[in-house]
């Protein structure tokens, strides 16, 4: 069955530090894997994507990094913000077609002063 | 930039309601979506278009119905609303069906039926 567990569900951290966030996935076949950042009331924005021959991705603060091999993926989020409370969203694509994508719960991040 | 733009934010409506949810980009992509996303459950897929006038079935679409007339334009219909139908409403577009492509979201309607 394909699916896509991410872990912790939620995440306390002091302003400044760094975290990392995790996604395991069983899809198959891999076609790639996206992070994103949804804040409170809003919409997904996509973070990173990543390919089968990508193992990592940087989008300023925020490196995404995957091993296809053990099928887990990363978001390691430097020097954090408060900005950066937020959902973080891993999205599995089983192959090529937008639609056939693969949701976590996502991660729960709170920045706190 | 990408813009996805869903009319409503913010709708209560009443059990048995004819409920009709907008959603328009503005950058002619091919592909629109359309998902709910329930606390603990991720997104889900109910429906989605592929081109004008063309829908597919997704992972829930029970108590759904779509409409494609124009390219840049999908909507979501609830024939009947019900209270297991309350719940945030999210649309996406991306240009085609290459893998890699960016899926972007609109900032979500927040159904409410009672």
């Known amino acids: 069955k394909n699916q896509v567990e991410q872990s912790p569900q939620s995440l306390i951290i002091l302003e400044g530090k760094n975290c990392t966030l995790q996604?395991?996935?069983?899809?198959?076949?891999?076609?790639?894997l996206r992070w994103y950042k949804q804040d409170t009331g809003r919409g997904p924005v996509s973070l990173t994507i990543?390919?089968?021959?990508?193992n990592t991705k940087s989008n300023g603060r925020y490196t995404a990094t995957l091993d296809a091999d053990t099928k887990q993926s990363s978001l390691h989020i430097t020097a954090s913000q408060l900005s950066d409370s937020a959902s973080y969203i891993c999205?599995?694509?089983?192959?090529?077609?937008?639609?056939?994508?693969?949701f976590g719960t996502g991660t729960r991040l709170t920045v706190i002063p | 930039d990408v813009k996805v733009t869903q009319s409503s934010r913010y709708l209560v409506k009443r059990t048995g309601e004819k409920v009709f949810l907008e959603c328009v980009q503005d950058?002619?992509?091919?592909?629109m979506f359309w998902y709910r996303q329930d606390p603990g459950l991720g997104l889900r897929l109910i429906y989605f278009?592929?081109?004008?006038?063309?829908?597919e079935k997704g992972d829930i679409p029970e108590g759904y119905s779509v409409s494609r007339e124009k390219k840049e334009r999908f909507s979501l219909i609830l024939e009947s609303a019900s209270t297991n139908q309350t719940s945030m409403y999210l649309c996406?577009?991306?240009?085609?069906?290459?893998?890699?492509?960016?899926?972007?979201f609109g900032e979500g309607s927040w159904l409410t039926v009672v």
């Open positions: 996406a577009s991306s240009f085609d069906q290459t893998a890699g492509n960016t899926i972007y």
């Open positions: 996604c395991n996935y069983t899809v198959s076949p891999f076609s790639n």
């Open positions: 990543m390919t089968f021959s990508e």
């Open positions: 999205v599995v694509s089983a192959e090529a077609g937008a639609n056939n994508l693969f």
């Open positions: 950058m002619d992509h091919e592909n």
């Open positions: 278009s592929y081109d004008v006038k063309m829908k």
